[in-house]
Nanobody, 117 residues
Framework: QEHLVESGGGLVEPGGSLRLSCAAS????????MTWYRQTPGKERELVAV????????RYAESVKGRFTISRDNEKDTMYLQMDSLKLDDTAMYYC??????????WGLGTRVTVSS
C-alpha cells in the first residue's frame, strides 16, 4: 500500500497550467514536511518546492519561483502544486515526498507532466 499517491499530471501546452495533488494515507500528515521533486531521464531528481508541516513556510527552486505554488490541506491529508506559465523544461516525472525528520520518509510513485506544443 502506498502512503503517498500523486495525481494531476498530463499534457499541457507551453504557458498552460496544471495542478498536482499528493494524497497521503496511513501517516500523521501534519507531522510531515512535504516536498515536490521532479526528474527527467538521465538527470538527478531535482527539488521543486517544500512546505512545512503547518504550511506556514515554503521554499522553491529558482527555476519555478513565481510560477509554481505549493500548498497543503492538513484536513484532507493532501498537498498540492499549482503550476502556471509552464515551460518545455518543466516536462518531468513529479514526485512527492513526506519527511517527519525523525526517520519517517515516504515517496510516491510519481505523476508525469509533459509540456509540449
Amino acid at each position: 500500500q502506498e502512503h503517498l499517491v500523486e495525481s494531476g499530471g498530463g499534457l499541457v501546452e507551453p504557458g498552460g497550467s496544471l495542478r498536482l495533488s499528493c494524497a497521503a494515507s496511513d501517516l500523521t500528515f501534519i507531522f510531515y514536511e512535504m516536498t515536490w521533486y521532479r526528474q527527467t531521464p538521465g538527470k538527478e531528481r531535482e527539488l521543486v518546492a517544500v512546505i512545512s508541516p503547518s504550511g506556514e513556510s515554503t521554499r522553491y527552486a529558482e527555476s519555478v519561483k513565481g510560477r509554481f505554488t505549493i500548498s497543503r490541506d492538513n484536513e484532507k491529508d493532501t498537498m498540492y502544486l499549482q503550476m502556471d506559465s509552464l515551460k518545455l523544461d518543466d516536462t518531468a516525472m513529479y514526485y512527492c515526498r513526506a519527511d517527519d525528520k525523525i526517520g519517517g520518509v515516504y515517496w510516491g510513485l510519481g505523476t508525469r507532466v509533459t509540456v509540449s506544443s
